[in-house]
């Protein structure tokens, strides 16, 4: 059925400036882009015709997200800005009274440099609340987490524990705090009880219903082992997906999909890349440093030595998939850059996930080795409040320095990591252009010379995306033969104020032709 879309502005993002009032569609496949003109005049042609006010632009695509996470997120308790430990076990406390004695307990979300009481929360704060009920709590990194003694007992973690390889167990005279710090909580994260499916495919509807809702019609999504839950929803999907599993996982999935590999499947599903690990967080000082953190002997963590990492590198090319490395620290993207010199080449487009800390000798590989830098400006509306405190003024220079980065000729591709933070494009835009929080502080912005216009901010979301997930030539523009993925706008990006960003408002969003959200 041949259809024609009429708006007040329609901008390609192709070329600066380059506009159009409709967009003729065809079986999900943008046909032309013309003047309502032409169409109102050979209306014969079509079988639809529907004209919007507000301005049209590409369909977002976040590059790095959890998209069941999302879901799940919305069930859990949430402790994102929270002030104080007390405030944080008061909403703990709401969550047991109407859970069931013995059922896990989950929030996410919490930041120790906002709690007034300046420290890490312990499982003797939890066992105040209850300690019957099994409780774990995710920092807003998802690198570390508390839990309390119901929960250390259940996944066996004593005072006999040791450490395991790339992670920490806290422990205060020998007893653990029920801090646990990188590989030590994501192995604490695989002990609690599964979800079932049916929870976990209702997460991924509500998810997709949100993603719709801001205007995102593509994810690069990193839900690893999930594979089976996205089949169970693949005739209702609303959203594109490039699905990444981790390293770890690689080989179960491919046991039950042999022709799972990079690049594979259709226009709703297509097998992505691999993501490895090579650091922590710098919320909670594991990224991998070069050099101590400031008023610290500690460098972070390594989640594997050079040989382990490199032989991972190596092993996920020889497979035949496109690899993404999780690199904050400026020692875990040196490591990580020199495994992709040694083994991969631009053509496979290698990614660099995070890139919060780096080097000018860094960013000068990445651009040398056509590496890609995948970026959550969104981060800076918690990482502001103590990065330069972390990591000293002399780093920043070459901290979250996008402007910098896409100056030297590094391919720059925007996420938000949801649900570390929030999958809104318009925030992340915000974030970008401004480099403020959503209150738009401080005066000016933090560190402004790495600010990027809205063309930039635009492509970083949309055809820069694209670029990652080799489909420049179907996605991120709205030119003849790519996909009819676009959102409606209440106002024109690139006339209004810079401070007037965060007012955008999503209209419509519109996958295949389809309209899959409406205001």
Same mark, same amino acid.
Request: with cysteine; hydrophobic share 35%; glycine share 8%.
């Given at each position: 059925?041949?259809?024609? &879309? =009429? !708006?007040?502005?329609?901008y390609?993002l192709?070329?600066? $400036?380059?506009?159009?009032?409709? #967009? %003729?569609?065809? *079986?999900?496949?943008?046909?032309?882009?013309?003047?309502k003109?032409?169409?109102?005049?050979?209306?014969?042609?079509?079988?639809?015709?529907?004209?919007?006010?507000?301005?049209?632009?590409?369909?977002?695509?976040?590059?790095?997200?959890?998209?069941?996470?999302?879901?799940?997120?919305?069930?859990?308790?949430?402790?994102?800005?929270?002030?104080?430990?007390?405030?944080?076990?008061?909403?703990?406390?709401?969550?047991?009274s109407?859970?069931?004695?013995g059922?896990?307990?989950?929030?996410?979300g919490?930041?120790?440099?906002?709690?007034?009481?300046?420290?890490?929360?312990?499982?003797?704060?939890?066992?105040?609340?209850?300690?019957?009920?099994?409780? &774990? =709590? !995710?920092?807003?990194?998802?690198?570390?987490?508390?839990? $309390?003694?119901?929960?250390?007992? #259940? %996944?066996?973690? *004593?005072?006999?524990?040791?450490?395991?390889?790339?992670?920490?167990?806290?422990?205060?005279?020998?007893?653990?705090?029920?801090?646990?710090?990188?590989?030590?909580?994501?192995?604490?994260?695989?002990?609690?009880?599964?979800?079932?499916k049916?929870?976990?495919?209702?997460?991924?509807?509500?998810?997709?219903?949100?993603?719709n809702?801001?205007?995102?019609?593509?994810?690069?999504t990193?839900?690893?082992?999930?594979?089976?839950?996205?089949?169970?929803i693949?005739?209702?999907?609303?959203?594109?997906?490039?699905?990444?599993?981790?390293?770890?996982?690689?080989?179960?999935?491919?046991?039950?999909?042999p022709?799972?590999?990079?690049?594979?499947?259709?226009?709703?599903?297509?097998?992505?890349?691999?993501k490895?690990?090579?650091?922590?967080?710098?919320?909670?000082?594991?990224?991998?440093?070069r050099?101590?953190?400031?008023?610290?002997?500690?460098?972070?963590?390594l989640?594997?030595?050079?040989?382990?990492?490199?032989?991972?590198?190596?092993?996920i090319?020889?497979?035949?998939?496109?690899?993404?490395?999780h690199?904050?620290?400026?020692?875990?993207?040196?490591l990580?850059?020199?495994?992709?010199?040694?083994?991969?080449?631009?053509?496979?487009?290698?990614?660099?996930?995070?890139?919060?800390?780096?080097?000018?000798?860094?960013?000068?590989?990445?651009?040398?080795?056509?590496?890609?830098?995948?970026?959550?400006?969104?981060?800076?509306?918690?990482?502001?409040?103590?990065?330069?405190?972390?990591?000293?003024?002399?780093?920043?220079?070459?901290?979250?320095?996008?402007?910098?980065?896409?100056?030297?000729?590094?391919?720059?591709?925007?996420?938000?990591?949801?649900?570390?933070?929030?999958?809104?494009p318009?925030?992340?835009?915000?974030?970008?252009?401004?480099?403020?929080?959503?209150?738009?502080?401080?005066?000016?912005?933090?560190?402004?010379?790495?600010?990027?216009?809205?063309?930039?901010?635009?492509?970083?979301?949309?055809?820069?995306?694209?670029?990652?997930?080799?489909?420049?030539?179907?996605?991120?523009?709205?030119?003849?033969?790519?996909?009819?993925?676009?959102?409606?706008?209440?106002?024109?990006?690139?006339?209004?104020?810079?401070?007037?960003?965060?007012?955008?408002?999503?209209?419509g969003?519109?996958?295949?032709?389809?309209?899959?959200?409406?205001?």
């Amino acid at each position: 059925m041949k259809s024609a &879309i =009429l !708006a007040d502005k329609i901008y390609s993002l192709d070329k600066p $400036n380059e506009l159009f009032e409709a #967009l %003729i569609i065809e *079986n999900e496949t943008i046909l032309d882009l013309t003047s309502k003109n032409h169409v109102l005049s050979n209306k014969s042609e079509f079988q639809e015709i529907v004209e919007y006010n507000g301005t049209i632009i590409p369909g977002f695509i976040d590059s790095h997200l959890h998209a069941i996470g999302i879901g799940s997120r919305l069930e859990q308790i949430e402790l994102k800005g929270i002030k104080s430990i007390r405030e944080m076990l008061t909403k703990v406390e709401e969550k047991v009274s109407s859970t069931d004695e013995g059922e896990w307990v989950i929030g996410v979300g919490w930041d120790q440099e906002l709690f007034n009481e300046k420290r890490y929360p312990t499982k003797w704060d939890l066992d105040y609340i209850s300690p019957n009920h099994p409780i &774990i =709590l !995710a920092r807003a990194c998802h690198h570390i987490g508390v839990l $309390n003694s119901k929960a250390l007992d #259940l %996944i066996k973690i *004593n005072k006999t524990t040791p450490d395991p390889e790339g992670g920490s167990i806290d422990k205060e005279n020998g007893d653990p705090t029920g801090i646990l710090r990188e590989n030590a909580w994501s192995e604490a994260v695989r002990k609690v009880p599964e979800p079932t499916k049916e929870d976990q495919s209702r997460w991924l509807q509500n998810a997709q219903d949100y993603l719709n809702s801001v205007g995102i019609t593509t994810i690069h999504t990193l839900d690893s082992s999930k594979y089976d839950i996205y089949q169970s929803i693949k005739d209702t999907l609303k959203v594109r997906v490039y699905f990444t599993p981790n390293y770890e996982d690689l080989d179960e999935l491919l046991k039950n999909n042999p022709k799972a590999k990079t690049g594979n499947g259709d226009d709703y599903f297509r097998w992505g890349r691999v993501k490895l690990y090579s650091d922590g967080s710098l919320g909670a000082q594991t990224a991998a440093m070069r050099e101590p953190y400031e008023n610290s002997n500690s460098t972070g963590i390594l989640i594997y030595s050079k040989e382990e990492l490199h032989k991972r590198i190596k092993d996920i090319d020889e497979k035949g998939w496109q690899l993404e490395t999780h690199a904050i620290g400026d020692k875990g993207a040196e490591l990580t850059i020199n495994g992709y010199e040694k083994y991969l080449n631009r053509e496979k487009r290698p990614i660099l996930t995070h890139c919060q800390i780096l080097g000018d000798d860094l960013i000068q590989k990445m651009s040398d080795l056509g590496i890609i830098a995948s970026i959550q400006p969104i981060f800076i509306e918690s990482d502001m409040n103590w990065a330069e405190k972390f990591v000293g003024k002399k780093r920043m220079k070459y901290s979250y320095a996008w402007k910098t980065l896409m100056e030297r000729g590094v391919w720059c591709s925007g996420g938000s990591d949801a649900p570390i933070e929030k999958p809104d494009p318009i925030l992340s835009l915000h974030a970008t252009v401004n480099r403020q929080k959503m209150d738009k502080i401080p005066e000016g912005g933090w560190y402004p010379e790495e600010r990027l216009s809205i063309w930039e901010a635009l492509r970083l979301f949309t055809y820069y995306a694209a670029y990652a997930e080799f489909q420049e030539h179907r996605k991120g523009l709205l030119k003849p033969g790519y996909l009819a993925d676009f959102v409606l706008l209440d106002k024109d990006p690139f006339t209004i104020s810079p401070e007037e960003i965060l007012n955008l408002k999503v209209l419509g969003t519109f996958v295949g032709g389809k309209r899959v959200f409406s205001c």
